[in-house]
């Protein structure tokens, strides 16, 4: 079937840096693309989503980066601040209706 | 959180005893979804419904049953509780082309 995966299961990046957290995919036929945010004990959230005719899209200090050609994606935060520690993964709908595959996460640890 | 509320938030339990886990939202929405997240795995589903009554089997379907007897909540059942069945269990709903999650019901099964 297919699969949503992310490259690392672990990152730690300094307050103030950039970080840049990837995701592969293998249904070329995905027509968008959506990133979430986990923080610990609690339920994930939406942060941003990309159609599968953009190849970027910004929101507040946070941008998705689509590269079909290699069936890649990525999530970059800006300026990672000690709030931003969760784990993210995406997420992509599957050929049946309203149905989605995960990817299993990756933690971003932010050290102060 | 687009008005999900699980119940319980966390439950222990002994292997063979029956388990249900509850969603309520408030705002409607005709679609929902039972998922289970664990180590190593991405979020798995379990159940989702489409309206009152209409449920159908996600990937990882048994061992769990569902009912929707109204719009606004849904409950999953386990028949007979396993140790496999320990787990982090979220509600979702979709909204066009986002799911919003509940909290999430901690379930450990002895």
């Known amino acids: 079937g297919e699969s949503v995966g992310l490259h690392l299961p672990t990152l730690s990046v300094q307050e103030g840096d950039n970080s840049i957290i990837n995701c592969a995919y293998s249904?070329?036929?995905?027509?968008?693309f959506i990133w979430y945010k986990q923080e610990s004990g609690k339920g994930p959230q939406f942060i941003i989503d990309?159609?599968?005719?953009?190849d970027k899209r910004q929101g507040q200090r946070v941008t998705v980066l689509l590269n079909k050609t290699v069936k890649h994606l990525s999530l970059q935060i800006a300026a990672t601040q000690p709030g931003d520690s969760a784990v993210y993964f995406c997420a992509e709908p599957q050929n049946t209706g309203n149905q989605f595959y995960f990817g299993t996460g990756t933690s971003l640890t932010v050290i102060p | 959180d687009a008005g999900i509320t699980q119940s319980p938030r966390h439950k222990v339990t002994e292997t063979g005893t029956p388990v249900t886990l509850r969603c309520h939202q408030t705002?409607?929405?005709?679609?929902m979804y039972w998922y289970r997240q664990d180590p190593g795995h991405g979020l798995r589903l379990i159940h989702y419904s489409y309206g009152v009554k209409d449920t159908d089997k996600g990937e990882v379907s048994d061992g769990y049953s569902v009912s929707r007897s109204k719009t606004e909540d849904f409950l999953l059942t386990l028949e007979s509780a396993t140790s496999s069945q320990t787990s982090v269990y979220f509600c979702?709903?979709?909204?066009?082309?986002?799911?919003?999650f509940g909290p999430g019901t901690r379930l450990t099964v002895l």
């Open positions: 705002e409607n929405h005709r679609y």
């Open positions: 979702a709903i979709s909204v066009g082309n986002e799911q919003f």
């Open positions: 249904n070329s036929a995905s027509d968008y």
């Open positions: 990309i159609r599968s005719n953009m």
